[in-house]
Every structure is written in C-alpha cells, then in structure tokens.
C-alpha cells in the first residue's frame, strides 16, 4: 500500500513540475498580424488606440512582455514561426518579390506537417509571403509548391504583400476568380506596354506613394511589380480584411470533426492601409489607426464565432506580429502627420527593420478559455519555440533545433525563458542574452531615413542591459569590457563567424 501511496505522490509531484502530461488536442490558432508595434495595443500600452479584443487576448491569457518575432521584416520571421528555425540560416529568408520561388523546402519538417501527423486539419489563410513554385510562375494554372506542400491541407492567402503584385487572391494553387480569357502576366522589372504607373499617372491614384511603390496601380494604389490582365480576380483592398475574415469563419465552422490549425495571417496595418469605409475615421490616428482597429474588431469577430460555435473552451489562441511598427513604409497616408502621441513602439528604440527592440519585440500572447490563468508573463520568450512547445502540448515528438520547448511558460505554468536569443534585422544579427544585448558593428547608415528608423547599425559595438534601460539609450561596452567580451564570444558560438560577411544591407 505504502509503495502505491509512493508512487501516487511521485506521479503529482512530476505533474505538477510539467513533466508528465496527457497530450491534448485544442484547436491551435495562430493570429499573426503584419508590422504591429509593441505599443499599437492598449494592453502594452497604448493610450491614443483602443484595442479591447486584443485586450482580451492579453488580460485573459498570458502577455509576455518580451515576446519576439525571430526577424525585423516579414518573410524571415514567418519562416521561423513555420520551421522552428532561425532565419539566418536560410540565405533566402528575406523581404521576397511576388514572383519569389517557395523559400521552404518541401522536404523540410513544419508547423503545420508536425500538427498534421497529430491527427490535425491544418490551414493557412491571409498574408503569406514565402514564395510559390520553383522558378517561374505561370500564374494561370496551378501554382505549387506552395502552402499545399508545407502542411496546409487549406490555403487561401494573398502571395507576398498587399502593397505588391499579384493582387489576387490564391485558394489552393488557384488563383480565384481568374478569367482564362484575361490570363494575369507579372514582372518585377519592366512595364508591361502602355500601361499606366504611379510613376507616370499620379492623377490617377487615390493614395500617393513616398518611396517605391510606383509600379502598376491597382484600384488607385500603386504597388510594386508591374501586372497586366486578371482584372475579375483582383481583390478590393477595403475589402481584404472582411473577405479574409468570412473564410476565417468558414473555416472555423465546418471543421468540426477534427483539431484544426489555423495560421490568420493578418494584412494589417502593412501599407497600403485601406480600412473598410466603416472604420474611417475610427481613430484620430489615419488610415494606420483605423486599420489597427479593423484589425482589433476582426479578433473579436474569431473569438464570438469560436463561442458560437461551442469552440472556445477547446482553442489555443496565439496573438502576435511578424515585425515591429513603421509609419511610414512608402506612402503618403498621414500615418507620420496624425500619428500624435502615439508611439507604436512603446517604450522600445528603433522599429520595423531595426536591430533595436522595436524591431523585433513584439506583442505576443496565449489564450486558452479555462486553460490558461491571466498571467504577465516576463520570460524571454520567441516566435521560433511555438514549434517545440506545440509539439509537446500535442504530444509530438518532434523538436526544430532552434526551437525550445517552453510549453509550460506557454500555458503560464513557469516562469522560465529561454537564456540566448539571436535577434535579426534585414540580415544583420545581435544577440541577446539574459538581460544584455550585444549589436555588433555593422557598415551602413544608422538611420533609414526613408522611413524614419534607427536601424541599429554603428561603427562600433553596442551592449545595453535591458533589465535597466529597455530604451537602449546607454552603450555599456566602455564600463563592461567583460560582459561584452562574453557577449562576443556566445554570438560567435551560436552565430557563427559568416554574420560578418554581410556587405550589402537590404534596405528597400
Ligand atoms: C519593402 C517595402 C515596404 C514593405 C517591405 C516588406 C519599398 C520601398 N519598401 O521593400 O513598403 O513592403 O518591403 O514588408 O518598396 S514586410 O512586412 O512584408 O517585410
Ligand atoms: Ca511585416
């Protein structure tokens, strides 16, 4: 009996330290947001924005106040979420054309194949921006390898970004609603013949480009690449989060008789930013305001339709962004002019693009209705350790190297985070450690001053402690010539020597 009583006791104990635990197979969402800053939501701080769906997410889950994406731009940190990979290492991973081939290897393990061999339906709809087939595309028959053949059973995306061609949605390899009579052409070089261009016809755009951006126009917009024809498929820009959302729904409503895994990979606030007529206005912020709140109003619509459908209680909810906040990324569309007093960073320095915390720092938060207790979570945690951690809570044993399994700071059960982080910003990397971060010395000009953001790069290295100084105003490497050397010597470790061949910054 005794031996029994034992025994019991052990069993407790390991449960109660996380060690043993029954897999469990919630609905997995994933709700990843395009350039939302660290301080766009009201629960990180916001004061001249609501966001009380967001809010929900945050006060009823946990919010981890050092969350990041793995990358400072898009298609790095989206690899990442999907792998469980850093970025730097796929040469590849970085701000793609719409013509980009597929920057996934077929062959590699995913997110999505992972929960697929846990008994999961797996879809991906929005934004997806890593590339599609091999070489060339021909956009008028199927177009694969894509999402299809990286574990989503279901795809409905936008190929890159809405600021470039093709504007058209993809369902599955097919562009939807093409006409076979108007067969879409895309080149990222050259015009096609006689078409107009923001370049040469501003007098028929609606929104104003500042820098690039100047290529074919699209319902007023002008957009990077030029494309000829495809006119029935194009999609509404001031429709795009609504159209997004009702598949969303769809989705969530016919899955029923297995978990599901959905990646809402959400267009806003990226530029161009084109709220529904019926958020103009909703802020005093601009467009970048009131798509932030159409955004805002899209979670709450997830979340009523996931308690309408008796599925909340069994959703894993993730909320979070693939990079930090720009204002201006090209257009003119008053974000710089009725910005105010907002600051879509926070507290943080830099921004979208930048080595420094806003580039990467992001908001990030669990929700799971009676499974996971409000909690303000501090752990460092990324982007990257979702596909370790989900893989435990589904009981998986398979792990991405670079990926830690943090289920339990996931479900707010430990406190602990992971020790190293490799930040990465448009190719350049920084480690960050414990409370330090160490930018080492890259070529290149501080501020991009296109789009107004200190970038991180200096002539010399740079090492700030953020338990003290989140701002990164004080460069520590003269008073701590140990912790820097120590800082050195881990990024080389885990980095590799190759982070100093980076000659060329990407800074389109
Ligand atoms: C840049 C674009 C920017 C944005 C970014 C990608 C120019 C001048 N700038 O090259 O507007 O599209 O790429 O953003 O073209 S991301 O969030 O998808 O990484
Ligand atoms: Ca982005």
Redesign the pocket.
């Known amino acids: 009996m005794k031996k029994y009583m034992l025994l019991f006791i052990v069993f407790i104990a390991l449960n109660l330290v996380g060690c043993v635990k029954d897999p469990q197979n919630p609905n997995i969402i994933i709700i990843y947001t395009?350039?939302l800053g660290y301080g766009d939501v009201s629960a990180y701080g916001a004061t001249e924005i609501s966001t009380p769906n967001m809010d929900f997410l945050a006060n009823h889950g946990v919010q981890f106040s050092q969350g990041y994406a793995s990358s400072a731009?898009?298609?790095p940190s989206r690899y990442a979420l999907l792998t469980g990979t850093y970025p730097w290492k796929e040469k590849r991973a970085r701000?793609l054309p719409g013509t980009a081939p597929l920057i996934i290897d077929t062959a590699q393990m995913t997110l999505p194949k992972m929960l697929k061999k846990q008994g999961y339906e797996t879809a991906v709809i929005g934004k997806w921006?890593l590339g599609l087939g091999t070489g060339v595309v021909d956009w008028n028959t199927q177009i694969k390898p894509g999402p299809n053949e990286v574990g989503f059973d279901h795809a409905y995306i936008m190929a890159a970004?809405q600021?470039?061609v093709p504007t058209v949605y993809i369902e599955n390899g097919y562009v939807d609603g093409l006409d076979p009579n108007d067969p879409i052409e895309i080149n990222y070089d050259e015009n096609f013949d006689d078409q107009p261009t923001g370049k040469d016809n501003p007098e028929l755009l609606s929104m104003m480009w500042h820098?690039?951006?100047n290529n074919t126009i699209v319902n007023g917009v002008p957009r990077?690449g030029f494309m000829k024809g495809g006119e029935s498929a194009k999609w509404s820009d001031i429709d795009m989060a609504d159209h997004f959302l009702t598949k969303v729904k769809n989705y969530i409503k016919t899955k029923k008789d297995k978990p599901f895994f959905l990646y809402y990979g959400m267009q806003q606030p990226?530029?161009p930013r084109t709220p529904h007529p019926r958020f103009v206005g909703a802020t005093s912020l601009g467009p970048r305001g009131d798509v932030i709140a159409e955004a805002d109003w899209c979670v709450g619509e997830l979340i009523k339709t996931l308690e309408e459908e008796g599925l909340l209680e069994n959703t894993l909810i993730v909320f979070s962004s693939?990079?930090g906040p720009v204002l201006n990324?090209?257009y003119y569309d008053d974000a710089v002019e009725k910005n105010g007093n907002h600051t879509a960073a926070g507290v943080l320095r830099g921004g979208?693009y930048s080595l420094y915390e806003a580039g990467t720092r992001v908001p990030f938060m669990m929700y799971w209705k009676g499974k996971i207790q409000p909690k303000k979570s501090d752990a460092l945690v990324s982007q990257l350790d979702l596909f370790s951690s989900l893989a435990r809570l589904t009981g998986s044993d398979l792990r991405a190297d670079d990926s830690v399994d943090l289920l339990d700071t996931f479900m707010g059960n430990s406190d602990m985070g992971r020790e190293d982080l490799i930040l990465e910003a448009t190719t350049r990397t920084a480690l960050r450690s414990g409370d330090w971060v160490m930018i080492p010395p890259y070529p290149g000009p501080s501020v991009n001053t296109?789009v107004n953001i200190e970038l991180g790069s200096s002539n010399s290295y740079q090492l700030y402690n953020l338990s003290q100084d989140v701002g990164q105003q004080v460069n520590l490497t003269d008073n701590n010539p140990e912790k820097l050397n120590e800082m050195i010597s881990r990024f080389t470790l885990i980095r590799g020597e190759d982070y100093k061949k980076i000659k060329k910054l990407e800074l389109?």
């Open positions: 395009d350039d731009t898009c298609t701000i921006h970004t600021d470039r820098h690039g951006h990077i990226h530029v693939d990079n990324d090209g979208k296109k389109k």
